[in-house]
């Protein structure tokens, strides 16, 4: 059983499995675990990755439209080291500080490889929790910030490393330290019908907002907005595509938001919002025709890290 | 650095790191992690695995005598057997149910070995939290429950893997499956002037509150409740106090309480109160001596674990 088939059995048992954070008399709470072998490519410093293993859980409270409050992280190594350890802690109370929450400590354990397990909590406010599931046909499908970022700092991760560009390197570092878009979830927490954070790609979060809500997805391709990193790694505009759409892990937000209601709250995300396309009826036919992008059918799938 | 001078200095810079659990706007966060090598024997089941996972993190929410409301965890492994996975959620949840709380999922994740990482979180009450560092000179110093079951539990799952005893593995699996504290904490929380739980086992727990409290422990060593299944696989009372002081993972928990107040909040604990010493002034001399047992000085060492 993968990863996948895994979590869909897990669903059917569990009433919040479907969801970015599960939400308990109006507590939010999300966790995640990260670990270096897939998640923290050569280069990446310990501060990066405190701040983004932290950032990847507070993602998941902005998708809820909560409004962050605490986070807490397992720090596992093979041994520790002061100096990397502070660096993870520094990166996770920045990240905090970066959405107004507080990071307040946490465990940590001998472990093979370098991994981290990090929890985040929120407090959902007077205009609700929104889910993936409530979507409706008409509704204006939305993202916040630039697409394609994590795809280009991989990009130049490996880079620097085959080049020893030490630039490079840090560049990748800088774009793997995005802003949780709590803000921006809080201010579409009383518009959008249904959001949830992109760790898995565009593509492959549309299919599953889509499901989730019952309905199909019309994109247009042109309308994505693209990380200007991207220019930078990409030879074409099917590669710029392909990074911004199916390589996943830039915790933006994807929201439905009904039409009357876009200008208003675009004007209320500080990372902005993009309209890029639209909520239909559901098709009835072919699962992969659920979503489409300029009228095709967009794969369900993710990216392929690199290594094929 | 080894985990422990690692915590400290962690303790250094982010204002929880010493206790349990962080309390944040009146909401208890603690979190864990645990793996197949040095945290579940061969025989465990993934039903106890998840039971005993997530059961620690609600222990740390009851040494704060807050109300546990919910937990997650991540479970990760090399492949996702679906019936193993059911059973640990099957735990998971039945360890929450056992103290008022909701399981309410978590994530997968790839990795080499069986891993998980669990966070609880709970609502402090109006008698509000406690911490390790308010015990007194004159409080009486008492536990909660039973101790030395989970070193009896090892014994057993040693056993019966050496003697293909299904009987055994079955019963140390039942050991490993301790109730949270959490209606004790919450009985305690009004009058404990300091309180923690035993995951590094009485002897050390003792020297770690009389630390951060500034006092001395004066332990009677004949007081100290052993588990009935210690009886069963020690051979004398050294040993019996060995399993029960020194061992560790017994997940009660350890607090200080004025005298005047025992009995009362003895009969308000489901899992009942032992006294068993007292607490001083700091001694001023050596560290070692901060705790005695029967007037000599208590080790500040955990339980060397069966392989030396």
């Known amino acids: 059983m993968n990863e996948r088939d895994a979590l869909r059995a897990l669903a059917a048992d569990l009433p919040h499995a479907g969801d970015d954070a599960a939400v308990v008399d109006g507590t939010v709470i999300t966790t995640d675990m990260l670990h270096e072998r897939t998640d923290f490519p050569p280069g990446t410093t310990r501060y990066t990755a405190g701040w983004r293993a932290v950032g990847a859980s507070l993602s998941d409270v902005a998708a809820t439209g909560a409004a962050a409050s605490a986070a807490v992280a397992v720090y596992a190594d093979e041994a520790f ?9 520094a990166g996770a109370v920045d990240v905090c500080e970066a959405v107004d929450a507080e990071y307040v400590g946490g465990d940590l354990d001998e472990h093979v490889e370098f991994t981290t397990a990090t929890t985040a909590i929120g407090d959902v406010t007077e205009d609700g929790s929104v889910t993936r ?46 802003t949780p878009r709590v803000a921006d ?15 898995d790609g565009l593509a492959r979060s549309c299919h599953q907002l889509a499901e989730a809500s019952g309905v199909g997805i019309e994109l247009d ?29 830039d915790f933006e937000l994807l929201c439905a938001v009904p039409e009357p209601e ?26 992969e025709a659920r979503v489409t992008a300029d009228d ?12 094929g």
């Open 296 to 307: 095709e059918p967009l794969p369900d799938r993710g990216y392929t890290h690199g290594d």
């Open 81 to 89: 080291d002061r100096e990397e350890l502070e660096r993870f802690v």
């Open 262 to 287: 876009v200008d208003a709250v675009r004007e209320a995300c500080p990372a902005g919002l993009t309209r890029i396309g639209t909520v239909v009826e559901e098709s009835g036919s072919e699962v």
């Open 221 to 249: 391709r042109g309308a994505v907005p693209v990380h200007p990193a991207v220019e930078e790694v990409a030879e074409d505009s099917a590669e710029r595509f392909e990074l911004a759409a199916h390589f996943g892990e």
């Open 133 to 178: 599931d409530g979507a409706a046909p008409g509704d204006a499908l939305c993202v916040t910030g630039e697409w394609g970022r994590s795809a280009a700092a991989l990009r130049l991760f490996e880079r620097g490393n085959a080049t020893d560009d030490d630039e490079a390197v840090e560049r990748a570092n800088e774009l793997f330290r995005f």
């Open 185 to 199: 979830g809080l201010a579409l927490a009383g518009s959008a019908t249904a959001m949830m954070d992109s760790s």
